[in-house]
């Protein structure tokens, strides 16, 4: 069985900075792509950002020059650095993960539970 693991939400003023952090494990064979989604509420999920498994990534128009999207793949995590944080930045951020199951070889993606950010003074 796979799960991912967020951690690193939480309330935080405008200008402030948070890091996600999100951990696959299990049964795992190789993880490809990983990405963080995020929904606001009233409106639809939405890419943050996402990054291949060499390391090339994509960000969302309203996050690019202020979120970095990493990943340390000897741990099996990625990661968010969210800076300069605006109050449209609040959402419930939800890690995701293109893997490749151990037992059944089988490629799914995986979600974690979602971690609440808040931006607000």
Same mark, same amino acid.
């Given at each position: 069985?796979?799960? &991912?693991?967020?951690?690193?939400?939480?309330?935080?003023?405008?200008?402030?900075? &948070?890091?996600?952090?999100? @951990? +696959?494990?299990?049964?795992? /064979?190789?993880?490809?792509?990983?990405?963080?989604?995020?929904? +606001?509420?009233?409106?639809?999920?939405? &890419?943050?950002?996402?990054?291949?498994?060499?390391?090339?990534?994509?960000? +969302?128009?309203?996050?690019?020059?202020? /979120?970095?999207?990493?990943?340390?793949?000897?741990?099996?995590?990625?990661?968010?650095?969210?800076?300069?944080?605006?109050?449209?930045?609040? +959402?419930?951020?939800?890690?995701? @993960?293109?893997?490749?199951?151990? &037992?059944?070889?089988?490629?799914?993606?995986?979600?974690?539970?979602?971690?609440?950010?808040?931006?607000?003074?």
């Amino acid at each position: 069985q796979v799960q &991912l693991v967020e951690s690193g939400g939480g309330l935080v003023q405008p200008g402030g900075s &948070l890091r996600l952090s999100c @951990a +696959a494990s299990g049964s795992i /064979f190789s993880i490809n792509d990983m990405g963080w989604y995020r929904r +606001a509420p009233g409106k639809q999920r939405e &890419l943050v950002a996402g990054i291949t498994s060499g390391g090339i990534t994509n960000y +969302a128009d309203s996050v690019k020059g202020r /979120f970095t999207i990493s990943r340390d793949n000897a741990k099996k995590t990625v990661y968010l650095q969210m800076n300069s944080l605006k109050p449209e930045d609040t +959402a419930v951020y939800y890690c995701n @993960a293109d893997i490749r199951s151990r &037992l059944t070889m089988t490629r799914l993606a995986y979600w974690g539970q979602g971690t609440q950010v808040t931006v607000s003074s």
